[in-house]
Structure formats: C-alpha cells, structure tokens
C-alpha cells in the first residue's frame, strides 16, 4: 500500500514541470534574451497576482511576454519597458514597485505607526508611574506604612 502511494506521488512529481511555461522567442541578440528574462522574472501577471509573467500559463501573462519581446527587439530600454507596464496595468504590476508617489504613504505608514505605538506607550508609563498610590481599603498601620516607603524612595 505505501509502495503504491508513493510510487503515484513519483509520478505526480514528474508530470509538474510539464505544466511549466514553454515559450521560445527569437532574439537578435543574447544580451536582449538575458534582459528578457530579468524582466519577466521582475513584472507580476496581473490575473495570478503571485506569479511573475514568466511562469504565468494565464492569457495576459501570454501578451505580457509577447509585448516585453516586440519591445526589446523595437529597442527599448528597461526603464522604458516598466514605465509602458506601469502606465497600462499600474504599479502592482512590479514585483518591486518603485518608492514615490502613493508608494511612499505604503513604505512609510509602518513606521509611522510604529512610532505612534512607541510614544503612547512612552506616555502611558510615564503616566503610571506618576500617578499617585491608591490607600483605598488600608488601614491606618498599612497607611503609614506607605507614607513612610514612599518618603524613603524621594529621599
């Protein structure tokens, strides 16, 4: 039985990588090819969410792949590549989306509530330990006690 099993997990194993993209484009060049891949690796199919286009079966990382091609081949530079994907599906489309703009409130609001957490809880210690001891339900001995502790601490 547990032969059984894991010969069918061999097999299961095995079939994956035929689901994996296979895409061939010429290129004039491999320093385009090379880029090709970066660049693909670096934009995120925008139906997946979770895939860069390069591994994406879906359609439009299909047209992605196309379109970062007839790009690279017309000429164009990476910069201009990531700006034409980010004008036409927006900054999500970037695996590492770029610092500016909305961006930055997204980078920088976990440290500004991390500061804000920080100073409350400055505050709410401070105002504890200022705050005067409670004698509610002491004694008269208890009391005294008290004050004498607390006179000894000031001094």
Same mark, same amino acid.
Request: with cysteine; aromatic share 6%; charged share 25%.
């Given at each position: ?56 079966? /879906? ?5 992605? @792949? &196309? ?6 081949? !017309? *000429? ?43 100073? /409350? ?5 401070? @105002? &504890? ?6 004698? !509610? *339900? ?18």
């Amino acid at each position: 039985m547990i032969h059984r099993i894991s010969l069918a997990l061999l097999l299961l194993a095995l079939v994956l990588p035929a689901r994996a993209v296979i895409e061939t484009y010429e290129f004039s060049d491999a320093a385009l090819e090379e880029r090709y891949q970066v660049l693909s690796a670096e934009l995120r199919c925008p139906k997946c969410q979770n895939q860069n286009i390069a591994a994406s079966n /879906a359609p439009i990382a299909k047209d992605l @792949r &196309k379109t970062l091609h007839k790009k690279l081949e !017309e *000429g164009a530079s990476d910069d201009e590549i990531l700006d034409y994907m980010v004008d036409r599906y927006g900054e999500f489309v970037r695996y590492r989306p770029s610092f500016g703009g909305a961006n930055a409130v997204l980078w920088l609001a976990p440290l500004g509530l991390l500061a804000i957490g920080g100073l /409350a809880l400055m505050f709410t210690v401070r @105002r &504890k330990a200022a705050a005067p001891v409670a004698q !509610e *339900g002491l004694d008269a001995a208890d009391r005294e006690r008290v004050s004498q502790l607390l006179k000894e601490r000031d001094s």
